[in-house]
């Protein structure tokens, strides 16, 4: 990041901060980061230039301008690291995927895994690829954003696919799991709700109660 840059992002970041936000919202995400009171509509437009400013770098710079994002304390750089990937996804490729998983495990909390999710599913293009290793992998936010990458695909989802990584992970208590399951399935239910209640109803004694609520929302 050159120095240029981070200063005219804390200058517009402080700018629109709320500082009587900062002690809230860091409650909101159990204190484990602190804030600078910034809220996301303001984060954005602050940021909006700033970041389109960025677009004749190539994927490996971006990737290396957010990791330097990442290290700053002050929750609102991840986000507005998430805001750059996420307005220049179209640089990068699968290549590119590992090393967003690997953003996502620094200072993993559903905010930043949730949004990194979104960003590796349109870089993915309607595909899967490193996602049958993310399903498996040990660590449970590398597996919700297997659960999640296909979320606001609709026709274009891997229905088999889906079913398939909700019914290998019914069986985890952990909570973000269990609610990416049911949110996964609500969220294809918009497309195909007849395929996703047959398929929660056959499967209701394998999914836990979240899952089963959370996919049966909408229907």
């Given at each position: 990041m050159t120095a240029l840059f981070h200063a005219d992002l804390g200058r517009a970041l402080l700018a629109v901060a709320e500082p009587a936000r900062a002690e809230p919202m860091s409650a909101y995400m159990r204190n484990q980061f602190p804030f600078l009171g910034v809220p996301t509509p303001?984060?954005?437009?602050?940021?909006?230039?700033?970041?389109?400013?960025?677009?004749?770098?190539?994927?490996?710079?971006?990737?290396?301008?957010?990791d330097e994002l990442w290290e700053l304390p002050e929750r609102e750089y991840q986000y507005v690291a998430l805001d750059m990937l996420a307005m220049h996804w179209k640089k990068f490729n699968v290549e590119h995927i590992p090393e967003l998983m690997r953003l996502a495990r620094r200072k993993s909390w559903w905010d930043t895994v949730d949004a990194m999710a979104g960003i590796i599913g349109d870089v993915l293009r309607h595909k899967h690829d490193f996602m049958d290793e993310a399903i498996n992998h040990e660590d449970f936010w590398i597996r919700r954003i297997a659960l999640l990458h296909q979320l606001?695909?609709?026709?274009?989802?891997?229905?088999?696919?889906?079913?398939?990584?909700?019914?290998q992970l019914a069986h985890e208590q952990e909570f973000f799991i269990q609610k990416a399951i049911g949110w996964a399935l609500r969220d294809?239910?918009?497309?195909?709700?007849?395929?996703?209640?047959?398929?929660?109803?056959?499967?209701?004694?394998l999914l836990a109660p979240l899952s089963y609520r959370e996919a049966n929302k909408h229907l």
């Open positions: 303001a984060r954005r437009a602050a940021g909006k230039s700033l970041l389109r400013a960025l677009g004749e770098l190539n994927a490996e710079a971006l990737l290396a301008m957010a606001g695909w609709r026709d274009k989802t891997d229905k088999a696919l889906l079913l398939g990584y909700c019914l294809y239910a918009r497309h195909d709700p007849a395929g996703v209640r047959a398929f929660i109803n056959t499967n209701k004694s």
